[in-house]
Each structure stands twice: as structure tokens, then as C-alpha cells.
């Protein structure tokens, strides 16, 4: 969820301050997202250095957050069955 909300700002065109202002959201969620920090905002940037190929500083992010390769891997695809599951499902007309 923390990396959706990353996204905001860019969504509608607005900083993410901006977008975040009017939003009541956990103050560990609000730190993460403008500031990187606690645990979720090192989750954030770990994502963030995957999504733009920085293997190196991935890496030493993932050592940091004591996650291994190989779990990060599996939590990847596990994510990613996810999302086909519920992009699936959403053409579908439920009654």
C-alpha cells in the first residue's frame, strides 16, 4: 500500500505533501512516504531502487532490512500472483 500511495503525487499532478495533506493517514505511513524512514520507508526505498535497476544499492538495502535474496524473490512473485489475480478480476461482473 505504502508504495501506491508513493504514486499519489504523481497521479494527480500535486507533491505528495500535497495529496497527503487532507489525508489522515498513521504518522509511520506519512514518514515513510516524505521522509523514507522507519521500516516502511526502508521498505519503500528498497522497492524503489529495484524498479529503477540499482542492483547494487537493492542489495545492500535488502542486507539492511535483513530480507534475503532469495525471500525478496519469492515475495516478489507472491506480489506479483497478486495483482494478476485481482487485475483478473476486475472485468468481472459480480451480482
Known amino acids: ?7 499519489l503525487g504523481a497521479l ?3 507533491s505528495l505533501e500535497e495529496v497527503l495533506q487532507p489525508l489522515v493517514v498513521a504518522d509511520a505511513v506519512r514518514v ?3 521522509e523514507r ?5 526502508a521498505l519503500l526505498t528498497l522497492l524503489e531502487h529495484a524498479e529503477r535497476g540499482e542492483f547494487a544499492a537493492l542489495s545492500a538495502q ?3 532490512v535483513q530480507i ?3 525471500d525478496y524473490n519469492h515475495i516478489i512473485a507472491d506480489a506479483s500472483l497478486w495483482m494478476l489475480g485481482v ?4 472485468g468481472s ?3
Open 1 to 7: 500500500m505504502i508504495g501506491m500511495f508513493s504514486l
Open 12 to 14: 494527480f499532478g500535486l
Open 32 to 34: 515513510a512516504l516524505l
Open 37 to 41: 524512514g522507519g521500516e516502511l520507508g
Open 62 to 64: 535488502l542486507e539492511s
Open 68 to 70: 534475503s535474496v532469495d
Open 87 to 90: 487485475s483478473a478480476g476486475a
Open 93 to 95: 461482473v459480480h451480482a
